[in-house]
């Protein structure tokens, strides 16, 4: 096959330049393809028992306040892209509104995040694919296989065309989100019935301090947001929709939408059909232990097939979206203009999608493949909900520089064009900075690293392919550009849906519906009804259990100058290390399920567990769970405790 050079020969007659296909996929299509980005079902079986143990059941209620400033910055992408619609989307917008420099940042970004995104979700593919068939093998070769398999046959179908894809997306989607919701249902009858073996439901889960006021909003936010992440797939696709400039952010909000109703409704059914203990025993295969709980192995195969989907489906939007963001930067010659090529015949960036798709193998096999080398990939993975929300933040400053005009016309555009997208963004950055905070230092020079690479690669595009997009005046909406009143409708015609207004409704009625429900649950009855209940911590094991016969490690004393550490293993060992400042180590070893350690300790010391959801962590007699499935490292001191 042939491609089109970005550079024609001198003298030679000119052919017209091939691009991407218009008006290609409509606006379902689109927004399928974001929300197969986000990978659903995927995120619930990460976030399930994470979420239930941060906020104490009250799930729901961080849910759905996580997505009203991922719908506001949604919309921020919706106006942008009525200004300018291309692939390159947050890399023009900040570059062209705020500084090209800043620009190309973003756009690197926004690579950055897709790649280590997908890839952190393809590592996992092998094991749901042999889980549909009843195997828990955990060998290298056929997890490689499999994964191998899936993106090459992926890239195939993005390097054939954008409407194949879509198709793809739309037809995974279907079977995933119907196994996924049927679940939630199930399992939320089950727990209405009072099943046996379920936990039960309280008014407590719809309230924002979750069982017993022991929920932590900030830690629901940190959470959630990472489980929004890739809905803006839609805006990437834009030069191949429908309507580009309208549809592909209409596409966005819908898409944020759909996913905020069905993490609700996954997370409010199935968190309570197994007890808190065995659902953060379980934690790293949440789904599938609860759908084998609900159905028998039978359904807990099927459970494992919609993780199956949702990672194949995240994977093709992985590579077209990749491809597409890097096609719009080479067409500016950020990057080598190769890139920028579009095949005549299939209408696609065909080098771009050869390039994420081979860099996306590579990773895979690195990382399966190379044990010290795949512990250092940890580290960029944990910090990709972080990529996203950096970009995120710069394109709400792009939306407020670009329509800053505006912002001072009317109340209305001052409150959705400036006051929402600044107060999204003062979010997003709390939870960037809150992160980054508490992350061990490997995590935190991860970022820097990506930074930095970013940085040597602006200056080569700046100085070595001399690119002229660094030359762009910023521009904003000029009163030209700014609509007046509205034009009479014609016989016949309807008004379009005004979709800022249909947002600060939406997001109107979520804070009364907020307000209203915290006044009842206020009244002097509400309370006295929650202070009759028995308070159930979420980490509480069952007195059967192994765990339950280690004696309780002793609390610190009030004023103590001591940290009290203790270690319990629940159902599988967990690798442990504990560190002094000085680099002495206290203790090195696996302690093996139902067994626990406990430790006194007068400085500041490091924690590392090799397998962190397997174990109870109990520092100055409290206690914590679902600390995730990814290694993580620990400060703790006598006075305060700090994570990563």
């Not at 042999?130 to 899936?150: C, E, M, R």
């Not at 093709?316 to 015949?345: C, D, E, K, Q, W």
Request: positive net charge; proline residues 6%.
């Amino acid at each position: 096959m042939t491609v089109d050079s970005a550079a024609k020969v001198a003298g030679t007659a000119r052919a017209p330049e091939a691009r991407l296909e218009p008006n290609a996929i409509g606006v379902a299509q689109d927004t399928a393809i974001g929300m197969a980005t986000s990978a659903p079902a995927a995120s619930v079986g990460l976030t399930l028992a994470a979420l239930a143990a941060a906020t104490a059941y009250a799930s729901a209620p961080v849910i759905i306040l996580t997505a009203l400033p991922m719908i506001i910055i949604a919309n921020s992408y919706r106006r942008l892209n009525l200004w300018n619609a291309n692939c390159g989307a947050s890399f023009e917008w900040v570059g062209r509104t705020i500084s090209p420099y800043l620009g190309f940042l973003t756009g690197w970004l926004m690579i950055m995040g897709g790649i280590v995104g997908t890839v952190s979700t393809t590592v996992v593919l092998g094991p749901s694919v042999l889980a549909v068939f009843g195997s828990t093998s955990t060998a290298i070769l056929p997890n490689l296989a499999i994964d191998t398999a899936v993106v090459v046959g992926m890239l195939v179908i993005a390097i054939v065309g954008i409407r194949i894809t879509a198709r793809t997306q739309v037809g995974l989607g279907l079977v995933e989100y119907a196994i996924l919701i049927g679940f939630a249902v199930v399992g939320l009858v089950a727990v209405l019935t009072h099943h046996h073996g379920t936990f039960p439901v309280t008014r407590s889960w719809l309230s924002i301090g979750g069982i017993g006021g022991r929920g932590s909003l900030s830690a629901g936010f940190l959470v959630a947001m990472f489980a929004y992440t890739g809905w803006d797939g839609t805006i990437y696709v834009n030069e191949e929709v429908k309507h580009r400039r309208a549809n592909p952010g209409k596409a966005a909000m819908l898409a944020v939408a759909f996913l905020a109703i069905i993490y609700t409704l996954s997370q409010l059914g199935l968190q309570g059909v197994v007890s808190p203990a065995k659902l953060q025993a379980n934690s790293t295969s949440a789904l599938v232990y609860i759908a084998q709980a609900l159905g028998g192995s039978g359904w807990a195969k099927v459970m494992a097939l919609a993780l199956a989907l949702s990672v194949i489906a995240t994977t093709g939007t992985g590579i077209v979206l990749g491809a597409r963001v890097i096609y719009g930067m080479a067409s500016h010659r950020v990057l080598p203009p190769v890139l920028s090529n579009v095949h005549r015949r299939f209408a696609t960036p065909v080098a771009a999608s050869l390039a994420v798709g081979l860099i996306l193998l590579g990773l895979t096999w690195v990382y399966l493949l190379s044990t010290s080398l795949a512990s250092a990939f940890d580290d960029v993975i944990a910090i990709t909900g972080l990529l996203y929300a950096a970009f995120y933040i710069l394109t709400a400053l792009a939306a407020i520089a670009y329509y800053r005009r505006r912002i001072f016309s009317s109340a209305l555009d001052a409150l959705i064009l400036g006051a929402l997208p600044l107060a999204a963004a003062v979010f997003l950055g709390w939870i960037l900075v809150k992160s980054l905070l508490v992350a061990p230092a490997s995590q935190t020079w991860s970022m820097a690293g990506i930074i930095g690479v970013g940085v040597v690669l602006m200056l080569a595009a700046r100085f070595v392919l001399r690119s002229p997009f660094f030359q762009t005046r910023r521009e904003s909406e000029s009163a030209a550009d700014a609509p007046g009143r509205s034009a009479p409708l014609r016989p016949g015609e309807r008004r379009r849906p005004n979709w800022s207004v249909a947002l600060l409704v939406a997001l109107a009625a979520a804070a009364v519906g907020l307000v209203i429900y915290h006044l009842v649950e206020s009244h002097p009855a509400g309370s006295a009804t929650a202070a009759a209940q028995t308070p159930v911590t979420t980490h509480r094991a069952p007195r059967k259990h192994p765990a339950a016969n280690t004696p309780a490690p002793p609390a610190a004393r009030q004023g103590s100058p001591e940290v009290v550490i203790s270690v319990t293993a629940v159902n599988q060992p967990c690798w442990t290390r504990l560190t002094t400042p000085t680099g002495v180590t206290v203790f090195q070893g696996i302690i093996d399920p139902g067994t626990s350690k406990t430790w006194m300790e007068r400085s500041v010391v490091s924690l590392r567990l090799g397998n962190p959801g397997a174990v109870t962590l109990t520092v100055d007699g409290m206690s914590r769970t679902g600390l995730g499935p990814q290694p993580v490292t620990l400060s703790l001191a006598p006075s305060h405790e700090s994570s990563g």
